[in-house]
Structures are given as structure tokens and as C-alpha cells.
């Protein structure tokens, strides 16, 4: 259990590391974009030379972006999947089957026994 739980933990800082390192590429992606705009708008030799410099770096930024989210939901997949093969987890489910088995049975007990003083 407390192999388990250093390994939730150690993926989710890895996944908060993610997220931040995601939130900068776009943040990285939005600035490149607004450089290559301003760019395309007052474009001269130098500037084009400029704007696709400026071009490629933002499409190295998106592929980057990518594949980061790709690493995250990956990430987030492996956490939920070591969460859920947890003994804690486990019988926290196995429990509320229990009780929501038995409220079902108390249901149709209390259904039977009010149709039953409508009669």
C-alpha cells in the first residue's frame, strides 16, 4: 500500500508538471502567433526571412505541445489505473456494492409492504 501510494504521488506530480509545462507551450504558441501576424503585417525581405523562422518555431512549438498532451493523458491514465488496482480502492467498491445491494432489497421490501397498506 505504501508502495502504491509513493508511486500516486510521484505520478501526480508528474502530471501537475505536465500541466504546467503544457500551460507554457501554449502560452509559447499564442506569442509566436501574434509575433507572425505582426510580422505578416509589416513584411519586407528581412521580415519574411523573420516570419518563417518564427513560422517553424511555432510548429515545432505545436508538435511539442502535442505530444505533451499526449504524455499527460498518458500519465493521467496510468494514475487512474494504479489508483483503481489499490486494495483501499477495492474495498471501498466492493462495499458500496454491498450497501447499494442491500438498499435495493430494502427498496423493494418497502415498495411490497406499502403496496400492501394501499390495498
Keep these: 500500500l505504501t508502495q502504491t501510494k509513493d508511486a500516486l504521488q510521484k505520478a501526480s506530480a508528474s502530471a501537475k508538471t505536465a500541466d504546467s509545462d503544457l ?3 501554449q502560452r509559447e504558441v499564442a506569442t509566436a502567433q501574434a509575433e507572425l501576424a505582426k510580422l505578416k503585417t509589416t513584411s519586407s525581405g528581412a521580415d519574411l526571412t523573420s516570419a518563417k523562422d518564427t513560422e517553424e518555431k511555432l ?7 502535442l505530444a505533451l498532451r499526449a504524455e499527460l493523458t498518458t500519465a493521467k491514465e496510468d494514475l487512474e489505473k494504479k489508483f483503481n488496482s489499490t486494495a483501499a480502492y477495492n474495498n471501498m467498491k466492493k462495499m458500496l456494492t454491498t450497501k447499494n445491494d442491500q438498499i ?4 423493494a421490501k418497502l415498495a411490497k409492504y406499502e403496496g400492501d397498506a394501499e390495498s
Excluded: G, N, Y
Design 23 to 25: 500551460d507554457a507551450l
Design 104 to 107: 435495493k432489497e430494502l427498496r
Design 59 to 65: 510548429k515545432k512549438t505545436l508538435h511539442d505541445l
